[in-house]
């Protein structure tokens, strides 16, 4: 039995640059990753089968649908005679969150797929069977921080980032990811003129990194406060905690984020806002 970790993806950052002629949107996003997540564990079979528990296995899905599969079989598409096996996926991030779980949960499938098969996590028919998958999958399948662009198909470096302390935070209101797209009202073509995404350098200090930071931004912020007005009250309770640095969404929502100026500043914040909003999922991270 193989066993790996599927960690939230974070967007620290979340530029829109325009629509493409095909519909999709063409991003440029600061991804990072918390340390802890979903468990996915992989027994070698002769036939494919998923099995789910954990806290949010029901919104997870079970049936062919779900990204875990989904992404064992695009695989499977794309080489002959591929061992895959039986899944189990312990669920336990928020879904529908703006933070990657279903994307993670895939990412983590390729992984132990190719640990089994003996595959390099660089082989091209791994890449396009996480790009067939979803967006947001080819960035899991390393979990470390880097700039994803495009619509997610081309990646940066890794980048090693100052310790990023964070608490999270989803109120456990589902966000769907197009209905927030579709309110940027972009058409096919169109092209924004926002201010560029900040370069990134590997030898940034952390004064540096934090005032780039600071000058992006998540562009679909607005679009998904207007369907989950909680994100405005999530984010105003974040920012108002002391030691916060910045407070964010993360992709299109409703999960937010906040950086401390230390861990024990961000796990009093966590503390004191569980106490108060015990149905709200709050998780404390290093982001890494």
């Not at 949107?25 to 789910?52: C, K, N, W, Y």
């Not at 967006?135 to 890794?158: F, N, S, T």
């Not at 679009?223 to 108002?240: E, G, K």
Request: hydrophobic content about 45%; some cysteine; charged content about 20%.
């Amino acid at each position: 039995m193989l066993t790996t970790r599927a960690p939230a993806k974070i967007n620290l950052t979340l530029h829109v640059l325009g629509r493409r002629e095909n519909g999709y949107h063409s991003l440029e996003s600061l991804v990072a990753f918390t340390g802890g997540g979903d468990r996915l564990q992989l027994s070698p079979t002769a036939s494919l089968s998923l099995q789910i528990s954990g806290p949010t296995a029901t919104a997870a899905g079970t049936g062919n649908d779900n990204l875990v599969l989904r992404a064992a079989r695009n695989l499977a598409e794309r080489i002959e005679g591929l061992t895959l096996g039986a899944f189990y996926l312990e669920k336990r991030l928020p879904v529908a969150a703006g933070i990657g779980g279903g994307s993670s949960d895939a990412a983590a499938a390729l992984r132990l797929i190719a640990q089994v098969n003996n595959l390099s996590l660089s082989d091209p028919r791994l890449i396009e069977a996480a790009c067939a998958t979803g967006a947001d999958v080819p960035v899991c399948l390393e979990a470390r921080a880097r700039m994803m662009c495009g619509v997610g198909d081309i990646l940066g470096p890794k980048l090693q980032l100052p310790l990023l302390p964070a608490v999270l935070i989803n109120p456990g209101i589902p966000v769907d990811t197009k209905p927030v797209f579709q309110r940027l009202g972009l058409e096919c073509g169109q092209s924004l003129k926002n201010l560029p995404h900040p370069v990134l350098n590997l030898d940034d200090d952390i004064k540096v990194f934090f005032k780039k930071l600071e000058l992006s931004r998540n562009d679909l912020e607005d679009a998904a406060c207007q369907l989950a007005p909680i994100i405005v009250d999530i984010l105003a309770i974040l920012r108002a905690a002391r030691g916060v640095k910045i407070a964010r969404m993360s992709g299109s929502g409703a999960t937010c984020f906040a950086i401390f100026d230390a861990p024990n500043s961000a796990a009093h914040a966590a503390r004191v806002i569980r106490a108060i909003h015990p149905s709200w999922w709050i998780k404390t991270a290093a982001l890494r």
